[in-house]
């Protein structure tokens, strides 16, 4: 019978969440999830989500905190016909897996390289062409040497000049489409410069440390012979960590005698901290915050600031400052970046960049008057939904472009003087009256409700309809590039560029903003994700297991953060809050519990529009202007993600 994996079905209720177990067959999709408009009044929303697998992931630095003896390490060597990795070819691969100190498995394999060998590389290692004629190709060997090697959560790879060794096999990897394992590595050339003192050896060659540590083995320049003698070198330098109180994974990468003495001094403030995620705070001799940050592991990202690997020389600078250290621990990674983003809003620590001055952010609105303008104010506080508005932008050069793209489609006024009827007496028309690109309502030509019209196109784009951006810039586009108008072309793409960017920014915050509550989860081996979040805010997170999920989910409910909604359809957040949470719930991972309102953007909205100009310019039968125009949305976008 064939093996049957178990999922969680969830059902999304408007009045409650019911769960329970299904066994359910491969041919389900783990990654099923509803995409689209999602209303309160579903009633058999289904989600599948996988409670043995765990979620496809990488272990990062801040995972990595395994003790020595318990972890798994696979020393590689590699011969190969030469020297560079984009021309050579490996030519046999070798490799020991040890652990606590034995020897728990070997690999070694011929490997076709394809190409001839090299006379003099025969004479050096011995391999000839007639050994590896019959040889697999490398594409066919690194599926047996990855199964060999295991999971990269568990297996730490070590070799000797590891770039050598560890960049062919990515190179070979690379040109075979292969996929390669973020595994941890450990280069014995770099420990044992870190850890023998110069008059000890004559140099930091294979054979000289073989040579002093005593090796079993004599490196032949054969993959596997030379695998284990790196085994014995490799032996001796964690004996010699020892001696410095290395214990961790952690501490031989990041160990190294070049230490600041604020480093060497202040170590002590990283001791006792939890493994979890969370966000940590230095702080000054005043108890002032001098940076606050965030991490899936307290204790080794903070550890990591005293150790050789951090040289960023604003942070050594800090360290000279640091007192003390608070940390927050949090259940999920994305309750600490929130608050992460919160504590920095609020503290303006000296030395974070990014986030300071969230309230600083530029939006585009029409002003409130009889005869609107189009302005540019800092934080959405000075926003009104029902008069209309985008943004944030990235600054405001890209805000004035984005105004200056809605001039081309509305013909609302540039002038800044409030229009009163006394005023009128004694104004004239500008040159844009003259270009009849305004109506000149400054002199009274132009009347309340006829003004309107041109307002509530403006308002139109902004809020719901931004299709005639579409047409207008590709026209405006193609007329100027037939008369070889080539840099007034590219103005008008940037100017609509970040019109377009803008609208789909704020129409995204909107669509967020307006959803009363969203319950989403995140699936992974022994645990399950939760967070709430109300009104664009995160209101709460937990973890739960499997068993106990409903139980959790109700308990968080009712002690989530109460949200009131803003005024209009505003965020009762920052804006940098509302789009980390939108990049958070639209990752494949999450799935939607529950939704209290409406989840939706309209067909015509901004963000529509750029996707389609993105998926435009994929189709091979686009015009080379839509091609171009696409092309800068797309990159006007990931400058607006960073």
Known sequence: ??????????????????????????????????????????????????????????PTFDDLDANLFETTFVVVDLETTGGSNSQ???????????????????????????????????????????????????????FSFFEFL??????????????????????????????????????????????????????????????????????????????RATVDVFHGLLERAGSFGLSTVDDLRSFTHRLTTAQKEKRHLAESLPQSPGVYIFRGLKGEALYIGTTRNLKSRVKSYFTSSETRS????????????????T?????????????IADKKPRFNRRSKFQEK???????????????????????????????????????ELAIEALYEIARIRQCTPRITLKSMKSASPCALFDMKRCNAPCIGNQSVDSYQTEVSIAKSIMMDDATPLLELAQNRMAALALQERFEEATDLRDRFS??????????????????????????????????????????????????????????????????????????????????????????????????????????????????????????SDQSVYKDRFANSLDSSDQRSRS
């Open 498 to 619: 970040a019109l377009v960017n803008g609208l789909a920014r704020g129409q995204r915050i909107r669509a967020l903003s307006r959803i009363a509550e969203i319950i989403t989860a995140l699936p992974s081996a022994d645990s399950i994700e939760i967070c709430i979040i109300r009104f664009g805010r995160l209101a709460g997170s937990a973890k739960s297991t499997k068993q106990n999920l409903k139980a959790v989910i109700d308990s968080l409910k009712l002690t989530a953060e109460i949200v009131q909604p803003e005024p209009g359809i505003l965020p009762a957040s920052s804006h940098e809050e509302v789009e980390k949470l939108l990049r958070y719930i639209e990752s494949e991972e999450i799935r939607l519990l529950h939704i209290e309102g409406d989840w939706a953007l309209p067909t015509r909205s901004g963000a529509a529009l750029r996707e389609k100009l993105l998926n435009a310019k994929r189709g």
């Open 361 to 399: 952010a530029i939006w585009v609105k029409l002003t409130e008057d009889s005869f609107p303008r189009l302005s540019s104010v800092r934080g959405h506080a000075n926003l009104a939904d029902e008069i209309g508005w985008c943004g944030p932008f990235n600054g405001r050069e890209s805000a």
């Open 150 to 227: 295991g999971s990269p959560n568990e297996t730490v790879l070590v070799a000797h000049n590891a770039p050598f060794d560890i960049g062919f096999l990515k190179a070979s990897a690379r040109n075979f489409q292969i996929s390669w394992p973020n595994y941890q590595i450990l280069d014995t050339v770099k420990l044992a410069r870190n850890l023998l003192a110069r008059d000890e050896v004559i140099n930091f060659k294979l054979a000289s440390l073989a040579t002093f540590f005593k090796s079993q083995t004599d490196p032949s320049h054969r993959a596997l012979s030379d695998a």
């Open 331 to 343: 259940p999920t990674i994305i309750e600490a970046e929130i608050r992460e983003l919160r504590l």
């Open 1 to 58: 019978m064939e093996q049957q994996d178990a999922y969680l079905l969830v059902f999304a209720m408007p009045e409650r969440i019911e769960i329970f177990e299904e066994a359910c067959g491969r041919t389900f999709n783990s990654h099923n999830r509803t995409l689209g408009a999602i209303n309160s009044n579903v009633t058999d929303l289904s989600y599948f989500l996988p409670v043995e697998s765990a979620r496809n992931s990488q």
């Open 88 to 142: 050579d070819a490996i030519t046999e691969i070798g490799a020991v897996k040890i652990k606590g100190g034995k020897v728990i498995g070997e690999f070694q394999t011929l490997i076709n390289p394809q190409i001839p060998i090299p006379a003099f590389i025969t004479v050096l290692t011995g391999i000839t062409d007639a050994m590896v004629i019959t040889a697999p190709p490398i594409g066919e060997a690194l």
């Open 314 to 329: 604003r942070v050594l600078e800090m360290l000279t400052l640091a007192n003390a250290i608070d940390v927050i621990p």
